[in-house]
C-alpha cells in the first residue's frame, strides 16, 4: 500500500552504491526505517539533500506490515531552515536533540502530539536569535512528558533528593547516577518551573542539569547510552 505522511529525519546509513537506510519519525505512522536508491539529478524523487537528519521532509512510501524496512519512493521538503545549519550553536543543540531522539523513539505507532512538539521545537530554533543556550535542557525536560515519565514534583522539607529511578524526591540520598545529590536536586527542581524556557541558567548550572537529565534518561530508557554529540556541546557552551 502506498502511503504519504510527513516526516523528520533522523539517521541515515549509507550502503552499497547510492543507497542508504533512513530512519523517519512520521507524524501518522511513527517511527519509520526506510530504504531508497539516492540521486542527485532533477528528475530523482528522493535526493541526498532532502533527507539530511532534522530536515522536515513529506514522504511516499510502499508500507507492508510485516516489513522492518519500508520501500521509500518520494521525499520531498517541507522546510527550509534559515540559520539552523549555519550558526554552531544552534547547530550543536539540534544534533544533540536529534541523538537523544534516535536513542528514544522506538514506538512504532503515531503521536501527532510528539511528532508536533518535535516540529516545533527545531522551527523554535531555527528562527530564535537569542536566548536559546539552555533549549536542550527545555527540551529534554519536556520529552520525557511525552516519552511517559515525567518527573514528579513532591519536594519538601522532608524529600529532598531526587531518585532518578523513581523519578521523584525522596528522603534518602542515593549516590549519582541512581540518585542527586541534595544541592544537584534543588538545581533540578528548577526544570519544574512553568516558564522554563525563559529561565537561563550561567555554565556550570547548565552543565549539571544535562548531566543529571541524562542520567535520569539512563535509568528510564532501556539502552539509553552515552551521547557522542555532549562534547560538542559541552565545549560551545562552556563560556
Known amino acids: 500500500m502506498l502511503v504519504k505522511t510527513e ?3 533522523l539517521q541515515n546509513i549509507k550502503y552499497a552504491d547510492k543507497k542508504v537506510i533512513s530512519k523517519i519519525y512520521t507524524k501518522h505512522y511513527g517511527l519509520v526505517t526506510t530504504h531508497a536508491f539516492i540521486g542527485n539529478s532533477p ?3 528522493v535526493k541526498a539533500a532532502t533527507i539530511l537528519p532534522l530536515h522536515q521532509i513529506e514522504i511516499s512510501f510502499t508500507l507492508k506490515q510485516n516489513r522492518e524496512v519500508q520501500q521509500l519512493n518520494e521525499a520531498r521538503s517541507l522546510c527550509v531552515y534559515n540559520s539552523l545549519s549555519r550558526d554552531y550553536n544552534k547547530l550543536a543543540i539540534s544534533q544533540f536533540i536529534n541523538e537523544i531522539l534516535c536513542k528514544c523513539l522506538k514506538e512504532q505507532s503515531a503521536n501527532e502530539e510528539l511528532f508536533n512538539f518535535i516540529l516545533g ?6 528562527v530564535q536569535e537569542k536566548n536559546f543556550s539552555d533549549f536542550h535542557i527545555y527540551f529534554l525536560f519536556e520529552l520525557s512528558r511525552f516519552l511517559g515519565f515525567e518527573p514528579h514534583n513532591n519536594y519538601s522539607a522532608e524529600t529532598v533528593y531526587f531518585d532518578t529511578r ?3 524526591f525522596t528522603q534518602l540520598s ?8 541534595k544541592k544537584q536536586s534543588e538545581l533540578f527542581l528548577n526544570l519544574f518551573d ?3 524556557i525563559e529561565k537561563k541558567f550561567n555554565k ?6 544535562v548531566e543529571c537529565l541524562l542520567a535520569y534518561y539512563k535509568m528510564q530508557v532501556a539502552g539509553f547510552n552515552d551521547l557522542k554529540s555532549i562534547a560538542v556541546l559541552k565545549e560551545i557552551f562552556a563560556s
Open 7 to 9: 516526516g523528520i529525519v
Open 43 to 45: 528528475l530523482s524523487k
Open 121 to 126: 521545537a527545531y522551527k523554535w530554533l531555527d
Open 166 to 168: 523513581e523519578g521523584k
Open 174 to 181: 542515593i549516590s549519582f547516577p541512581m540518585g542527586l545529590d
Open 194 to 196: 512553568p516558564d522554563l
Open 204 to 209: 556550570i548550572e547548565r552543565a549539571e542539569l
